[in-house]
């Protein structure tokens, strides 16, 4: 059966001589992994273009029964990213997202919401005339709401600590784990729920503060996720003053 999809690159790795194996998150499945050639035709390097980090494409996947990775034929691009692919900048800040949803997105069923806000933020990236510097930042605050770990922004107070296993501010740390922040941090982090993709550029931070939300924020997600801590696309963000 042929079935047409739009989806996300995420990640393509070497399957074998012949081929490789490209994951997308997709508004019609979800997060899945196909079977794209890794030939040297032109035909086979257009389609490894096609497939850059956050590219936007759409292709017709060819289910075949008892069969967890399936070829796909007819790849296109969705929309031409002519910002995102030639600006080192924005091609980093691509390149760490892409490798944190490939971590962070669930296997299962499709979530369209999340896909249309995912979209559409690769397209404020490649467009956007401003700065891009706090992109990531944006990006991580809203899947967090689509993901259901959004920090309680209502049990916010002055002063007080915010526990990272359970998501709550309150006013003394828990018990049970070790995992909270102090007050200062806290507060920081209680500010950064204010951020979108398109205010994102307004919110003023010097390279240690940027990378200090950053931290703590992969430190959040890491709690209710898998480790974010050693990608491999951090170094590079952070080695682009980002």
Request: glycine share 6%.
């Amino acid at each position: 059966m042929a079935t047409p999809i739009h989806g996300i690159a995420l990640r393509t790795v070497r399957h074998n001589e012949r081929n490789d194996i490209l994951t997308l998150y997709t508004a019609e499945s979800g997060r899945m992994s196909v079977i794209v050639s890794a030939g040297t035709s032109s035909a086979s390097r257009r389609r490894r273009a096609l497939t850059m980090p956050l590219s936007l494409v759409e292709c017709v996947v060819m289910d075949r029964p008892g069969r967890n990775l399936n070829p796909i034929r007819d790849l296109r691009p969705t929309l031409p990213l002519p910002g995102l692919h030639t600006d080192p900048r924005r091609m980093s800040v691509a390149m760490f997202t892409a490798e944190t949803l490939w971590h962070i997105l669930p296997e299962g069923d499709a979530d369209k919401s999340l896909w249309r806000f995912l979209a559409d933020a690769v397209t404020f990236l490649d467009a956007t005339p401003d700065s891009v510097a706090n992109f990531h930042l944006a990006l991580l605050m809203g899947i967090g709401h689509y993901l259901g770990i959004a920090p309680d922004t209502a049990s916010y107070r002055p002063g007080r600590i915010f526990d990272m296993a359970g998501g709550r501010f309150l006013d003394t740390p828990p018990t049970a784990h070790g995992h909270w922040l102090e007050a200062g941090d806290a507060a920081a982090l209680h500010s950064l729920q204010r951020i979108t993709l398109t205010n994102s550029h307004l919110f003023e931070m010097t390279r240690a503060e940027r990378q200090r939300a950053l931290d703590l924020t992969l430190q959040y997600y890491s709690m209710h996720y898998a480790p974010l801590g050693r990608m491999r696309s951090l170094d590079i963000l952070r080695h682009l003053a980002f």
